[in-house]
Each structure stands twice: as C-alpha cells, then as structure tokens.
C-alpha cells in the first residue's frame, strides 16, 4: 500500500511540474509593509504554484488542492498561533 500511495504522489508531482509557467498570472499577497510577497497562480490541470515575488526567477513551489486546503486548515495550529492576521 505504500508503494502504490508513494506512486500516486509522484505521478501527482510529475504533473504539477509538467505545466509551463511562462506567461501565468500571478498573484501577490504581501505579509507586511516590508515587501515580503509571495506570488500564486493556478495550475491549469488544478493545484497551485507559490514563488517568492523577489526571486521569480527561481523555480515555484507547486502544490495540489488538498496540500493547499491542509496546510491552511493545520497552519495555526502547528505553528501555535494565528497567522491569518
């Protein structure tokens, strides 16, 4: 059951990462009036891509629906406190 689970999630990123990025449309959402952005975009096949507005040219992280929703849905408490404001 790992194997197969461990499978899917590589076929999963094979094909986040398989989408061009050239051209997509960014959105920025900055933390603080120090500039410190974060950059999303849909991904067409679903998911999401997240890169730093200060290095676009570095590669984007990309995520699917579910990472995104449980990382939001987790993030407070992991981290212990609110991060939404």
């Not at 991904?43 to 040219?57: E, I, N, Q």
């Not at 990309?62 to 406190?81: H, N």
């Amino acid at each position: 059951m790992n194997d197969l689970y461990e499978l899917n999630d590589l076929t999963a990123a094979t094909e986040l990462y398989a989408e061009d990025l050239t051209g997509a449309a960014w959105v920025s959402s900055c933390a603080s009036q120090t500039e410190i952005c974060v950059e999303v975009t849909a991904l067409h096949g679903g998911g999401w891509a997240l890169r730093d507005s200060k290095r676009p040219d570095l590669p984007a992280l990309r995520f699917t629906d579910e990472e995104i929703r449980a990382f939001i849905r987790d993030a407070p408490r992991l981290f212990g406190r609110d991060v939404t404001g």
